[in-house]
């Protein structure tokens, strides 16, 4: 990111780190987007990851394996400070760090079956998906189902590049 998060172990939680007053948590966990650059492609959305603290990163990281191992053809993309995974004509979800957990947010998520149960504010009325405090909170076998469900249906973006 910008070099701010730099020097901090995995564990730091929410605030300010020991011997460190001026340490907050990336723009990622306070519920804004991240500062994170928009660009197409696998490195940046690796970059984002990386720059994730614990336990946000494993779950983001565990997200974007079962994304790779679940659909061929998978292309990466940070767009609005957080990863979003398309295949074929748009975007189809998204993945990003937030304090105390991970939104996974499918793009046409109501038509999915059966529907995730959250909806978010501010990304559209169509928009559903689940946030994960922890690695053991994804449900590997349904998240895959939905992953496969929404790449039926028409994503955003149009095309990616």
């Excluded at 779950?59 to 079962?66: C, F, G, K, N, S």
């Amino acid at each position: 990111m910008d070099g701010k998060e730099t020097g901090k172990s995995e564990g730091q939680a929410a605030g300010t780190a020991q011997g460190d007053p001026g340490w907050t948590l990336p723009e990622a966990m306070t519920g804004r987007a991240s500062p994170a650059k928009a660009a197409v492609g696998d490195k940046p959305v690796f970059a984002y990851i990386a720059s994730l603290p614990q336990p946000q990163r494993a779950i983001a990281e565990a997200v974007d394996a079962l994304a790779a191992d679940t659909l061929p053809d998978l292309e990466r993309s940070v767009k609005w400070g957080m990863a979003y995974y398309g295949v074929g004509d748009g975007w189809c979800f998204s993945c990003g760090g937030f304090a105390g957990h991970v939104k996974l947010m499918f793009i046409n998520g109501a038509a999915l079956e059966p529907i995730p149960p959250v909806t978010p504010t501010g990304m559209g009325k169509s928009t559903r998906g689940v946030e994960l405090a922890s690695v053991d909170d994804l449900d590997e076998r349904r998240v895959a189902a939905w992953m496969v469900q929404v790449t039926s249906v028409p994503g955003v973006g149009g095309t990616r590049r």
